[in-house]
């Protein structure tokens, strides 16, 4: 990556949801500083740092061909398997392609529709706090559950995972909206796993150990092989 992208990256500004914990970091270090002295001071700006570093929106532009399914989350796939999708969106008991993306501390939080579509249900489930590296995670931990309905009929799900640390997971798209493909959706606070439940039938073109960009790397294509170009 050039340094201009690599700057740009981390330089981006912060998701509305880092505020809060910003303006914290900020005040306990400016107040604190001033009444406690400079310890204070530099744990504050080392915290509001990391948030600023933690929260980073960049700009993703997705791919313009339409038909492709696109990566939620940034991070790095941890699982490709067939699996039941939530049971909460009713999509039925059919096993259908799931890739499984974990983000680390590190990674842009910021989640991103992965097709377009329209939203047909959105389910909260309270779980536990597994470490979303683990594949138990997506059954156990508490989740965001979306389904989309796709313009052709089809349906695809992706679900919102937290893990370890993560405790708060922002959802800002509702039942009946229609959303397009690399657009923001949410986020998740500290560390999660963000899964994809493709259409049935559609093969994901991803394997374990990927580096995924949210918005960007192309997980599945809709087409069938001969329709894609």
Known sequence: ?????????????????????????????????????????????????????????????????????????????????????????????????RVAIFLSVMDVHVNRVPVDGRVTRIAYRHGKYLSANLDKASEDNERNAIAIALPDGRDLAVVQIAGLVARRILCDIREGEPVQAGDRFGIIRFGSRTDVYLPEGVRPLVEVGQTMIGGETVIADLLPPRAAP
């Open 1 to 97: 990556m050039a340094l201009g992208q690599s700057l740009r990256l981390v330089l981006a500004p912060p998701h509305r949801a880092g505020t809060p914990f910003i303006l914290i970091g900020a005040a306990v270090g400016i107040i604190g500083g001033l009444l406690l002295g400079s310890w204070l001071f530099w744990l504050g700006l080392i915290f509001t740092l990391f948030c600023l570093y933690f929260f980073r929106d960049p700009r993703r532009v997705p791919p313009g061909r339409e038909g492709l399914v696109l990566a939620p989350a940034d991070g790095h796939v941890v699982s490709v398997m067939p699996a039941v999708p939530p049971a909460e969106l009713g999509l039925g008991p059919a096993p259908r392609w």
